[in-house]
């Protein structure tokens, strides 16, 4: 689970949480936590956990090596960002769905759209690493973009 830590109190729905792991000698791997509930909390189960790994595995078969079997505890938390999506709109819509994604999603315009509506462009977070092994539970600090409890 991620929990979101923030000094003022604000709606904390709606934002993406990327945990990024090393399995392998190759790039990271970047798993994605569902939006966060209003208190800033949200699950990652297990099969979403795998089946993202292994969409990440079977689609970029040449860009990661590794398992989750061989993937080290530590891990990097930050806040997913969106301009990436919205910069490569039409790329990022041209790739199938993977295996795992299929699961989720009827369309990559569906998951697109899930991604791009996030509320994170709306708050600043850092980067933490965190050791998994030590806690089931991840916090991330956060605060409005702007400073202030109204801004978010």
């Known amino acids: ?11 904390l729905s ?67 960002d969106p301009d990436g999506l919205l910069a490569h709109g039409e790329e990022a819509l041209a790739w199938p769905l993977a295996p795992h994604e299929s699961t989720r999603w009827s369309s990559r315009a569906e998951q697109y759209a899930y991604r791009v509506s ?11 690493s965190v050791d998994l092994e030590r806690s089931d539970v991840i916090e991330l600090a956060v605060r409005a973009k702007g400073g202030g409890a109204d801004s978010a």
């Open 14 to 80: 709606g934002v993406i949480v990327v945990l990024t792991l090393s399995a392998g000698r190759k790039n990271p791997y970047h798993i994605l936590f569902p939006k966060t509930d209003t208190s800033g909390e949200a699950c990652l189960e297990r099969t979403d956990l795998v089946g993202q790994f292994s969409d990440h595995a079977a689609t970029f078969l040449m860009d990661y090596d590794g398992s989750l079997e061989t993937a080290g505890p530590i891990v990097d938390v930050s806040l997913f």
């Open 1 to 11: 689970m991620v929990r979101l830590v923030c000094d003022d109190p604000l709606d």
């Open 118 to 128: 996030c509320r994170n462009p709306l708050f600043v977070g850092g980067r933490r």
